[in-house]
């Protein structure tokens, strides 16, 4: 059975940093492209990070220089870094693995609000 697990989603003033984790299991995690995806309310969820296999990263430009995605094969986890956060990251955060098109998992959704 997978799962994946994400954590770490909070209430946060602009400017602020939050770090989500997302725990994977029943998968061989190593060899499943990793990423992170949100969707705000009345918008369509997108594709904010990714990292492969062997660590090779892409950003959406909305977050590049603010977000870093990373993994840890050992622990089959991935996170997402988050600094400088603004009011227009609010969005419920996924996590999401993929193996080359064939398997494909979602977690369950983290809540990120950025507000004063």
């Known amino acids: 059975q997978v799962q994946l697990v994400e954590s770490g989603g909070d209430l946060v003033q602009p400017g602020g940093s939050l770090r989500l984790s997302c725990a994977a299991s029943?998968?061989?995690?190593?060899?499943?492209?990793m990423g992170w995806y949100r969707q705000a309310p009345g918008k369509q969820r997108e594709l904010i990070a990714t990292?492969?296999?062997?660590?090779?990263?892409n950003y959406a430009d909305s977050v590049k220089g603010r977000f870093t995605i990373s993994r840890d094969n050992v622990k089959n986890t991935v996170y997402l870094q988050m600094n400088n956060l603004k009011p227009e990251d609010t969005a419920v955060y996924y996590c999401?693995?993929?193996?080359?098109?064939?398997?494909?998992?979602w977690g369950q959704g983290t809540q990120v609000t950025v507000s004063s």
């Open positions: 029943g998968i061989t995690f190593a060899l499943y492209r």
């Open positions: 999401n693995a993929d193996f080359r098109g064939a398997a494909n998992y």
């Open positions: 990292t492969t296999s062997n660590s090779n990263t």
